[in-house]
Each structure stands twice: as C-alpha cells, then as structure tokens.
T-cell receptor
Framework: GQQLNQSPQSMFIQEGEDVSMNCTSSSIFNTWLWYKQDPGEGPVLLIALYKAGELTSNGRLTAQFGITRKDSFLNISASIPSDVGIYFCAVANAGGTSYGKLTFGQGTILTVHP | NAGVTQTPKFRVLKTGQSMTLLCAQDMNHEYMYWYRQDPGMGLRLIHYSVGEGTTAKGEVPDGYNVSRLKKQNFLLGLESAAPSQTSVYFC????????????FGPGTRLTVT
C-alpha cells in the first residue's frame, strides 16, 4: 500500500512567495529524493538525499532528510511561474538487491499566479 | 544526445488487443525501469532491468511483460489490454552506481476502451 504521504496535496501561491512542502513515511528509509514533473512531461530529479539530517540546496531549492529517516521537506524560495508542476518525493532503502527501486508519493501540485 | 525516448506518445486500444511500448536510452545506463502513473497515485514500478537480458518484477507487474535484448532498449508488452491498464507509462534509466537518480522519458498515454 501507499507508504508515503505528501502534504499539501495542492498549493496556489503568488509569484515571489516561498513554498514549503513535506513528505512523511510510516517506515524508515535511507534514501530520499525529490522529483518535479512539468505538465505533459516525465519527472526530473531535483535533489537526492542519502544521509539522515542532510540539508542540500540546488539553486532556489532546499531539501532536508529528517533525522528520524521518516520524513523530508522541500522548500522553494522566491517562486517563479516555471515552478508550476507536480513535486514528488520518492524513497528507497539503498543497498543489497534494491536495484534502484523507488516508492513515490502521490505528489504536491504547485500553481504559481503571476 | 536524446536521453530517454518513448514510442508511441499516444495510443488507444480496444479491450483484448495487444501492444508493445518501446523505450530507448543513449546514455549507456545499466538499469532501466517501467512505471505507470495514475491520477492521485504517483508513479508505481511495473518491471525493471539491471542489465541486458535480465528483467524483474516491480510493484504492479500483473498483465505486463518486458524484454531487454539490447542494453539501450527496454520493451513493455501488454498481451491482452484491459481498461484498468489505461494510464500514462513512463520509462526511466540510471547508472548502477546512482540507481535512484533516474532519467525519465516523456511518457506514453494509453487508453483502453
């Protein structure tokens, strides 16, 4: 069944605002990733987190891997219209025979009003 | 460098028909994956491959078969399509040492009537 819960399910913000979204799990995972899907396209990797407590930035994006290994957040600063899309968290327990198998959350839909 | 490509982009099938979706990557990636995306459910792994000639089941493999005869290609087959297989299908690939950092194709939208 669905192990990941992303919140909020959707967000409507004004251009220039900061955005924060969350992903929580009932199980521990040692690998957390954030992907973005533009309308009509495939997901693109934004940030990969491999260490509990790790805080990583990629331009205006910042993501943290929770110390309990059961959650992660993604922040976007100073949003722009091209930030529109669906943001997915994905998790795995790396190692052994995991072979890149990911479990995705249901996504957070972001709409940015100019 | 085209990355990951998928054909066709759209397809409509009648119940019981068969079809094959083709995925190709030009990045020399060892691993390849097939996912399906349904509204409100994120992406779910159907099958995956860790190398030429090898395939394995993912989370939702029933009703699908796959083959990886060449390293750059990964085929997804539906032998007898059902309306429950109406979905958007995505192929992805990755290096073995960075398996979770996957590159996705543009998707195939399949409707089964």
């Amino acid at each position: 069944g669905q192990q990941l819960n992303q919140s909020p399910q959707s967000m409507f913000i004004q251009e220039g605002e900061d955005v924060s979204m969350n992903c929580t799990s009932s199980s521990i995972f040692n690998t957390w990733l954030w992907y973005k899907q533009d309308p009509g396209e495939g997901p693109v990797l934004l940030i990969a987190l491999y260490k509990a407590g790790e805080l990583t930035s990629n331009g205006r994006l910042t993501a943290q891997f929770g110390i309990t290994r059961k959650d992660s957040f993604l922040n976007i600063s100073a949003s722009i219209p091209s930030d529109v899309g669906i943001y997915f968290c994905a998790v795995a327990n790396a190692g052994g025979t995991s072979y890149g198998k990911l479990t995705f959350g249901q996504g957070t839909i972001l709409t940015v009003h100019p | 460098n085209a990355g990951v490509t998928q054909t066709p982009k759209f397809r409509v099938l009648k119940t019981g028909q068969s079809m094959t979706l083709l995925c190709a990557q030009d990045m020399n990636h060892e691993y390849m994956y097939w996912y399906r995306q349904d509204p409100g459910m994120g992406l779910r792994l159907i099958h995956y491959s860790v190398g030429e000639g090898t395939t394995a089941k993912g989370e939702v493999p029933d009703g699908y078969n796959v083959s990886r005869l060449k390293k750059q290609n990964f085929l997804l087959g539906l032998e007898s399509a059902a309306p429950s297989q109406t979905s958007v299908y995505f192929c992805a690939s990755s290096y073995g040492l960075a398996a979770y950092e996957q590159y996705f194709g543009p998707g195939t939208r399949l409707t089964v009537t």
